[in-house]
């Protein structure tokens, strides 16, 4: 999406490798991975990439157990703008996320603590950091990225165990008064993992955790190491 030069996998398998060589942190490292064009100003500027590794925030922690509350919010833009004007970059992971934080503190003030984007017309898009879904029989629901958000990694992991564990798949288009009609919604991203939403716009949402204890086993069978 920013016309940068394919990256080289070798290289960033090894830095990957020599930040987690150096951990000296918990047993978990969120390893994060960054390419960008160069430094700004500099006229010599080379696209060139950083691998760092963090520790996971307790919040996060804290919410892979007990679940979190969310709020809808309009996110000013219409589920096809993105195919119309792909110089908006709409689904790409940029660190130009001052909007999606800002939604964040949003939330804090609601008395919730994350955020579901949506549309004017009640479309369904993603979380600020997270991708949005809905298990309604036995069938894993979550929205196309063609509409202008991040087609997450997590997602489609979860997806490829829930299918081998019998569950049904299908992207499609999700409206708002879907997300209260299954039998959990969850956010999904690869250092949350999946995480249940137990309370949409103050509404508690019927009990998940079964659902949630099978899919995420589903999930993390995906990543066994054998
Ligand atoms: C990170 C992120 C996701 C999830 O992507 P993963 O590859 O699963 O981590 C979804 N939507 C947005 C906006 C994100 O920033």
């Not at 994060?32 to 996060?60: H, M, Q, S």
């Not at 990225?145 to 829930?162: E, K, N, S």
């Amino acid at each position: 999406m920013l016309d940068l030069p394919e990256p080289d996998l070798a290289v960033w398998e090894r830095a990957a490798q020599t930040v987690i060589d150096n951990w000296s942190g918990p047993a978990e490292i969120a390893l994060k991975l960054v390419y960008t064009r160069g430094i700004d100003g500099d006229p010599e500027a080379k696209p060139f990439g950083f691998a760092l590794g963090v520790e996971i925030d307790e919040k996060v922690l804290r919410a892979r157990v007990e679940g979190v509350a969310a709020i809808t919010l309009e996110r000013g833009i219409e589920p096809d703008l993105a195919e119309r004007a792909p110089w908006l970059l709409l689904g790409a992971k940029s660190i130009s996320y001052g909007v999606n934080m800002a939604a964040l503190r949003e939330a804090g003030r609601r008395g919730a603590s994350d955020v579901i984007f949506t549309a004017a017309d009640g479309a369904v898009f993603e979380g600020p950091t997270s991708t949005v879904v809905l298990a309604k029989d036995k069938t894993l629901y979550t929205p196309p990225a063609t509409i202008g958000i991040l087609p997450g990694t997590t997602q489609a992991a979860l997806f490829r165990g829930a299918e081998r564990a019998g569950w049904s798949v299908k992207v499609e288009p999700l409206q708002v008064s879907d997300l209260t009609g299954g039998e959990g919604l969850f956010l999904a991203s690869s250092v949350r993992k999946l995480t249940r939403v137990h309370t949409l716009d103050g509404v508690a949402l019927s009990d998940s955790s079964a659902i949630h204890a099978e899919l995420a086993a589903a999930y993390e069978s995906e990543y066994a190491i054998s």
